[in-house]
């Protein structure tokens, strides 16, 4: 596996696989890898020819009182787990090689960044489209591949390509869970034993949802208060949002005759988790 940390030599590469008409995938992360990742990465290898997987710890999607110096870096192991699944490239840049002294240039999809994670964390969708924008345009895949998980980026993201005429296909992997059906984050190492536990909270409440939509309740208002309830029955859990959303606009839906996500947010102790759920067709139907 070859390491790159320069971005030129990285665009250098990139140009290279592509005059070779070579398909090149590529996935993003932040590093702290878990089989959620790995899902991605070997997603990737089945629909590519050459695979690249950037570790950033992009600064600017951290708040000022976020977890950007905490988060979990761990670049050693995710090494080594990324030479096991034969990527061919770990794009490795520094925080001034993504932005220079002097750089001005942001990204931001307007409306849909102040919704969800977006309206808790203002600013944070900026950094997250900022920063993809500019993996794309360095790396230059064919396909790039994102974890449903991150419900609201994926939206995000697919609205900025479509936006920018980016010329990469997005692909949605589904979430990877641990036995219990812990959604895998990288934040999840936050967790201690208990909070661990408290954590599937959750996917409870998703799972709460879901059951009453499967058993025809259609009152958008009914099943939101239904998943806030099971939050509230753990004491260990603190609600940021529990809302169902048109999955592509991120707007609050009236009924369920078409695609519904449910999406949630909680803090547990000091860690603030996602989860979300798109609603099946028997329940939309």
């Known amino acids: 596996m070859k390491i790159i940390e320069s971005p030129e030599e990285m665009q250098r590469f990139s140009r290279a696989i592509r ?17 959620g990742h790995i899902s991605l990465v070997k997603m990737a290898r ?3 020819d050459c695979v690249v997987v950037s570790i950033f710890v992009n600064p ?20 080594q787990m990324l030479e096991a699944e034969k990527v061919d490239v770990l794009f490795a840049p520094k925080v001034e090689s993504m932005y220079p002294s002097g750089a001005k240039t942001t990204v ?23 920063v993809v924008s500019k993996l794309l345009n360095i790396v230059q895949p064919d396909c790039a591949f994102f974890g449903q998980k991150d419900a609201a980026q994926v939206a995000i993201i697919r609205r900025m390509v479509r936006d920018l005429n ?11 869970r641990e036995a219990d059906g ?27 949802v879901q059951f009453l939509a ?3 309740e259609r009152n958008v208002n009914a099943l939101i208060e239904a998943g806030k309830q099971v939050i509230a ?33 909680a803090w547990v102790g000091t860690t603030r988790l996602i989860d979300n759920l798109l609603l099946t067709s028997s329940s939309s139907s």
């Open 46 to 48: 089945g629909q590519s």
């Open 182 to 208: 812990l959604a895998m984050s990288s934040r999840n190492a936050y967790l201690d034993p208990q909070q661990r536990k408290q954590a599937l909270v959750l996917n409870r409440a998703l799972m709460r």
């Open 60 to 79: 600017l999607q951290f708040g000022p009182n976020e977890d950007f110096g905490k988060y979990p870096r761990t670049f050693d192991r995710d090494r």
């Open 214 to 216: 499967d058993r025809g």
């Open 166 to 176: 980016i010329d990469t296909q997005i692909v949605i992997g589904p979430i990877v």
């Open 233 to 265: 029955e753990e004491p260990g859990a603190k609600l940021d949002y529990l809302e169902i959303v048109d999955p592509d606009t991120l707007e609050p839906v009236t009924d369920l005759k078409n695609r519904a996500l449910i999406a949630v947010a």
């Open 108 to 130: 931001e999809v307007a409306e849909l960044s102040d919704r969800l994670d977006g309206k808790s964390r203002p600013g944070h969708f900026k950094g997250v489209t900022t």
């Open 19 to 35: 005059r070779e008409g070579k398909r090149l995938g590529f996935v993003p992360t932040m590093g702290a890898l878990h089989a």
